[in-house]
């Protein structure tokens, strides 16, 4: 069975109905949010507020039906632990892992608090869940296709970017999702015959080296693979991009919206949107083992019109306006 097949199995859960759903049950559930980035200045204006949301639209009433207990790790996975003990500390009864980076913190911390996974490419071969359709344990959620739209990615660098040959591949080495979405591009690559350089950054600092040895290699655009530390250095990366001359994509709207070039892929406050799908759920009596992973099924083309101008592409008028989102 295809990997997108298990998306019949929940149930038609991508379009819910917005009727009130929820049960008024007679405990206010505690639910922990464990994110990778900065604590926002609103909650209900960036990505993670998909997440309270989704619960509005399943009939759930914050501080009624339920209460948040947020924490970020400021792009910092060394703080994952202590985040996922003080999250245990407050007995949720639920925990949202913002990414697949918080979630062996938070199993080790404790075994039995269901986990939500809002954002995880490939959490079959990170060993994350045992399947798909039939996850087992107590963690279930939402796998990102990061590694299925890299071929995209690169021929829309193509299309921008005449003559392109040499593309850049910047990752962290701590993040899960960077060595399945690198497999997926380096095959990509192969088959259009084009050569992939990859490059790993943690810090600011590292991101100095890793431009200078792009610059090295002549590279001529550049693909990123967004989480963890790059959440936090979203500006940095698109300054360093800027003046590098690179055009950039990678599957984060968020990552344009800071200055990046182009995104493809899915929205990452959809995603934690629909994780409250699974909570609900878990809420209602289902166990986490039994709720199969869920893919998403609609990809974004988002641009930034400014960076474009900035970098001199004269290539972009067919694609933004085909884009499902030109931010000025």
């Known amino acids: 069975m295809l990997r997108r097949d298990f998306l019949t199995l929940l149930g038609g859960a991508a379009a819910w109905p917005l009727?009130?759903?929820?049960?008024?049950?007679?405990?206010?559930?505690?639910?922990?949010?464990?994110?990778?980035?900065?604590?926002?200045?609103?909650?209900?204006?960036?990505?993670?507020g998909g997440f309270p949301q989704g619960m509005r639209e399943l009939g759930h009433v914050e501080d009624a039906d339920f209460v948040m207990e947020w924490r970020f790790a400021e792009g910092r996975p060394e703080l994952y632990p202590a985040l996922a003990a003080e999250l245990v500390?407050?007995?949720?009864?639920?925990?949202?892992?913002?990414?697949?980076?918080?979630v062996r913190p938070m199993q080790e911390a404790s075994s039995n608090i269901p986990i939500v996974v809002a954002v995880s490419t490939d959490p079959v071969g990170l060993g994350l869940v045992a399947s798909l359709a039939h996850p087992g344990g107590n963690i279930t959620g939402l796998a990102t296709s990061a590694d299925d739209t890299a071929s995209k990615q690169l021929a829309l660098l193509t299309s921008v970017v005449p003559k392109l040959s040499r593309i850049g591949f910047l990752s962290s080495p701590d993040h899960p999702n960077s060595a399945p979405v690198l497999r997926a591009a380096q095959t990509a690559a192969l088959n259009a015959r084009l050569q992939l350089i990859?490059?790993?950054?943690?810090?600011?600092?590292?991101?100095?080296?890793?431009?200078?040895?792009?610059?090295?290699?002549?590279?001529?655009?550049?693909?990123?693979?967004?989480?963890?530390?790059?959440?936090?250095?979203?500006?940095?990366?698109?300054?360093?991009?800027l003046h590098a001359r690179l055009p950039t994509i990678t599957t984060e709207r968020e990552f344009v919206e800071a200055g990046g070039l182009m995104s493809y892929g899915e929205s990452a406050r959809d995603l934690n949107r629909r994780a409250a799908f699974y909570v609900d759920k878990i809420m209602r009596g289902a166990k986490p083992a039994d709720l199969p992973v869920q893919q998403p099924t609609r990809f974004l083309l988002t641009i930034n019109r400014k960076t474009a101008d900035a970098l001199g592409l004269n290539t972009l008028p067919e694609l933004l306006a085909t884009a499902d989102e030109v931010i000025e």
């Not at 994110?35 to 993670?48: D, K, T």
């Not at 500390?89 to 918080?102: F, L």
């Open 19 to 48: 009727a009130a759903r929820a049960q008024r049950p007679g405990k206010v559930w505690r639910i922990g949010f464990l994110a990778s980035g900065l604590r926002p200045v609103s909650i209900e204006s960036s990505q993670y």
């Open 89 to 102: 500390r407050a007995q949720v009864d639920i925990a949202v892992a913002g990414n697949a980076t918080a």
């Open 198 to 241: 990859p490059v790993e950054a943690r810090t600011q600092d590292d991101l100095e080296i890793a431009f200078a040895a792009l610059a090295k290699e002549r590279v001529k655009a550049l693909m990123l693979v967004p989480g963890g530390a790059f959440n936090v250095l979203r500006g940095r990366l698109a300054d360093f991009a």
